[in-house]
């Protein structure tokens, strides 16, 4: 398994497992009794090998009854018994060198209208290639009676095909003409029913020129073009419907007698006072009136260092209670606290987007009047000069077919599946075609801090004044602490702990206490683990922790959220290119300055999530094109208001279903790779839309002048349509070189921990 | 011209078995994942895909 397994380039922290556990059950779907299924997007699956070891762990975990991955998509399909807590698919994961998140981007459900677009485009390639046999033999000058009965086979095989593939475009023709508008499926289906009717009349009348081929040919290049766009399509945004699952569903309330009752958090009213236990979320917004403990708020405001709770406290609701039970007192009802806020918030925001009309709207709105009329015309035209109702109206459906859109209706789709397969190659998730026409026109990028160009989660850093002995001790303590500290010094273990601990002890706000024979240590806060004030160490930052033994202390450990990789070289390549930057972080004032002074660019702390979303609609109202980059949820209105969003695939799960792109890997660089295929993207588009018109341009005078013949249609259709595909299929992506092991230590400039991950 | 009277039903029959095996093959998902079939033949153990459900609405 030498190949793979490695994961050197997509490694990242482990979030809390207990939050992750629950939002693998919520994130879940019933397939049957008692199993549910998991969908897990695994971006380093890449060859044979990791099918099988990927499978086999997880194939192994309790509770698991079938793995699959799915290399193309590189994801893996769980299924489970859901009697019990969800088995730790994405730990195991990681322990067999897999980076793992949950996903649920567009499996939503088995997309039907796919599938029937698909079987449309077999049926229609059936029947055209078969019509197409008997019309060349016919182009090769068959005898007549050969003909007329090679044409009969053709109408027979021509009529059930259209019947079943055509329908796709009759229903929504339909659709527009009953409200009165005309769409491009209205010359479509106008065209092949036309041309098919003649072809018919043709056909009884014995006639030499029949249609069919064209008719059904244009079906199926049109339907290859609407199922291309159709997955390029936006899924429905299950945005809002994630939000709900930050939420807490119910809380411990203590009624009036002293009872405590489990009321749902649409029951809680403002002065009820609420149980919260350590690992649960803040219900609705509330003060805190009796307990200490710590509160992980990263999500809500992008703090990275957790915040203390004590009486008087103000909680917001969706922040994650990490250390000790606290009492508080309800503030506000579930539908006016901070959650509900942000629903409120980001359904204007998204409303505000939906004017964007992307391109090949744009042209398809143009080009069905002009098509109309230009037919319309030729009837007249002919039936004036000619007074031959027979020829006028062959002229005007010869007219209709060559005009069909063949080739507009590939030129856009065609490039956009092109840029999301060269995207997906470097880990990019598109979600959406119309983002991809947006992003190429942007011209400044907003970044968030926490969890964007960083990585979210505390590290330890300089270990090496600390003896391994020592570092073993503060782990196996800190095992027992869902604090990030902890978490992180557990991380960095690397030797069995020398003894054993009894009654460890958690002291929410200050730290953690455990007994081994007749000492005592305690690793937290400086001024709780010490006892005599001489030795406390001069006032430092807050990120750092003591370990002391009976009041003594053994070691100090420092932390810092870690940069994402390559964040330096993204954003020297983006101010080449001209882009204006900014930081704006909801995080505290010193380490937003400190990490923008580094990159150099312009930032804004402080900034409540209300705020982001104004700070980007303020910079699109001064007529910037704002690219929004943001994991939290504090960002989630800010990605809905930006012209264009991405956001990392650790993002809250609310951020990634917000996001026009996710990128699965851990590199920053991802951003200006992504402008720039979009830029190529949106350069190839106008090229075809370009050569479309002139296609149309060459073609429709000899239409109008009643020249064209079936055999004269069927080339100059099918070969606008394969330029415009070969057009489309130029598009190079840029290859992102493998990331080696020692590459990723050094960007890090982290020793201890990376090492031990990477050699996983 | 007799020839035509077997020959062409014989085209078409042949077309039609082919758009009928195509609708199987993609009705039982086989073409989900065509990365991975690829490496799939490779080896031994069975190799079922996960059978396509009714996708009931998420809880």
């Given at each position: 398994m ?8 997509y490694?990242?922290?482990a979030?809390d497992?207990?939050?992750?556990g ?10 049957a009794?008692?199993v549910?299924?998991?969908?897990l ?21 309790d ?21 019990g807590?969800?088995?730790p698919?994405?730990?195991a ?5 897999y980076e793992a998140h ?8 088995k ?9 449309a485009?077999?049926v ?9 046999l ?24 021509a009529?059930?095909?259209l ?9 929504s ?9 005309t ?29 069919f ?10 339907l290859?073009g609407?199922?291309l766009d ?13 939000l ?23 029951e809680?009213?403002?002065g009820?006072?609420?149980m ?10 509330a003060?805190?009136?009796k307990?200490?403990?710590d ?16 009486p ?22 579930a539908?006016d606290?901070?959650?509900a806020?942000?629903v409120?918030?980001?359904?204007a925001?998204e409303q ?23 037919a319309?015309v ?9 007074g ?5 109206v ?37 979600r ?5 026409e ?15 160009l ?12 600390v ?9 196996a ?10 978490r992180a010094l557990a991380?960095?273990q690397?030797l069995?702990?020398p ?24 690793l ?32 100090e ?7 994402r ?8 390549r983006?101010?080449?290119?001209g ?7 909801g995080?505290?004032e010193?380490?937003?300055?400190v990490l ?7 930032y ?49 799960d ?6 026009d792109l996710v ?6 660089s991802a ?14 588009v ?14 429709v005078?000899?239409?109008v ?8 249609a069927?080339?100059a ?13 130029r ?12 590459a ?5 400039g ?11 | ?7 062409i039903?014989i ?12 609708m199987?093959?993609l009705k039982?998902?086989q ?17 079922a895909?996960?059978p ?6 998420r809880?």
């Amino acid at each position: 398994m030498s190949c793979c397994g490695s994961g050197a380039g997509y490694q990242q922290i482990a979030p809390d497992p207990l939050a992750a556990g629950e939002e693998v059950r919520l994130a879940s779907r019933v397939v049957a009794d008692d199993v549910r299924q998991t969908d897990l997007s695994v971006p380093s699956v890449h060859c044979g090998g990791c099918i099988r070891t990927i499978e086999k762990v997880l194939g192994e975990l309790d509770g698991v009854e079938q793995a699959r991955v799915n290399l193309s998509t590189r994801r893996v399909t769980i299924r489970w018994r859901a009697d019990g807590v969800p088995p730790p698919f994405i730990e195991a994961l990681r322990g067999a060198g897999y980076e793992a998140h949950l996903f649920d981007i567009d499996a939503d459900e088995k997309d039907s209208t796919l599938s029937e677009l698909v079987r449309a485009l077999a049926v229609s390639g059936f029947a055209a290639s078969n019509i197409m046999l008997l019309s060349v033999s016919i182009w090769s000058g068959a005898e007549p009676e050969t003909r007329d009965l090679f044409h009969w086979i053709s109408a027979l095989i021509a009529f059930p095909a259209l019947a079943y593939s055509g329908r796709v475009f009759f229903r929504s023709a339909w659709r527009a003409l009953k409200h009165g508008r005309t769409a491009m499926d209205v010359p479509i289906s106008l065209g092949v029913l036309l041309a098919f009717g003649m072809s018919l009349y043709e056909t009884v009348q014995r006639g030499s020129h029949a249609y069919f081929d064209a008719s059904i040919s244009l079906l199926f290049f049109l339907l290859i073009g609407r199922t291309l766009d159709h997955m390029m399509r936006d899924r429905a945004r299950p945005a809002v419907k994630g939000l709900a699952r930050l939420a807490a569903r119910g809380a411990l309330v203590v009624q009036p007698g002293g009872t405590q009752t489990y009321l749902s958090v649409s029951e809680i009213q403002p002065g009820m006072t609420i149980m919260l236990a350590a690992g649960e979320r803040v219900p609705v917004d509330a003060r805190v009136t009796k307990g200490i403990s710590d509160l992980d708020v990263s999500l809500v405001s992008g703090e990275s260092v957790p915040q203390l709770a004590s009486p008087g406290s103000v909680l917001r609701a969706g922040t994650l209670n990490l250390t000790g039970p606290l009492t508080i007192v309800a503030t506000a009802a579930a539908g006016d606290s901070f959650l509900a806020e942000m629903v409120r918030m980001m359904e204007a925001d998204e409303q505000g987007r939906s004017t964007y009309r992307r391109i090949a709207d744009r042209a398809a709105g143009l080009y069905a009047p002009v098509v109309h009329l230009t037919a319309f015309v030729t009837l007249i035209g002919w039936l004036v000069v000619t007074g031959d109702i027979h020829r006028a109206v062959t002229c005007a459906i010869a007219v209709l077919i060559i005009t069909c859109p063949c080739a507009l209706d590939l030129a856009v789709p065609m490039v956009q599946v092109v840029a999301a397969r060269r995207l997906f190659e470097n880990g990019i998730m598109l979600r959406d075609g119309g983002a991809l026409e947006r992003l190429a026109e942007i011209d400044t990028v907003v970044f968030d801090k926490t969890g964007t160009l960083t990585l979210g989660n505390p590290r330890l850093i300089d270990t090496g004044a600390v003896t391994p002995q020592t570092l073993a001790i503060a782990a196996a303590i800190a095992s027992h602490s869902r604090h990030p500290y902890s978490r992180a010094l557990a991380a960095a273990q690397t030797l069995n702990p020398p003894m054993s601990f009894e009654d460890i002890s958690e002291h929410p706000g200050s730290g953690l206490e455990a007994r081994s024979g007749a000492s005592v240590y305690r690793l937290g806060r400086a001024a709780w683990a010490l006892s005599c004030a001489s030795e406390l160490p001069p006032p430092s930052d807050e990120a750092s922790v003591v370990l002391a033994k009976d009041g003594r202390q053994l070691a100090e450990f420092h932390f810092n959220d870690r940069l994402r990789a390559d964040v330096g070289e993204a954003i020297t390549r983006l101010t080449s290119d001209g882009f204006a930057m900014e930081v704006v972080s909801g995080d505290r004032e010193e380490p937003v300055r400190v990490l923008a002074a580094d990159l150099g660019v312009p930032y804004t702390a402080r900034v409540l999530p209300g705020g982001k979303a104004e700070h980007v609609a303020s910079l699109a109202t001064a007529g910037r094109k704002v690219l929004m980059v943001g994991d939290g949820l504090n960002d989630t209105p800010a990605l809905a208001a930006a012209y264009a969003s991405m956001a990392p695939a650790s993002a809250a799960d609310i951020g990634r279903n917000v996001a026009d792109l996710v990128f699965l890997h851990e590199s920053l660089s991802a951003v200006p790779q992504a402008i720039a295929l979009a830029r190529a993207a949106g350069r190839l588009v106008r090229q075809n839309l370009a050569l479309a018109v002139v296609y149309n341009l060459v073609a429709v005078p000899i239409a109008v002048l009643g020249n064209v013949t079936p055999l004269a249609a069927a080339v100059a259709m099918s070969g606008s349509s394969i330029v415009v595909v070969a057009n489309a299929l130029r598009l190079k992506g840029e290859r992102t070189a493998p990331r080696t092991q020692a590459a990723e230590v050094s960007a890090t400039g982290v020793a201890g921990p990376t090492v031990l991950e990477a050699a996983e | 011209m007799m020839d035509y009277f077997y020959l062409i039903p014989i085209a078409i029959g042949i077309g039609l078995t082919a758009l009928a095996a195509f609708m199987w093959s993609l009705k039982s998902g086989q073409y989900d994942d065509l990365d991975g079939a690829a490496e799939r033949v490779l080896f031994e153990e069975s190799d079922a895909p996960i059978p396509p459900t009714a996708w009931p609405k998420r809880q």
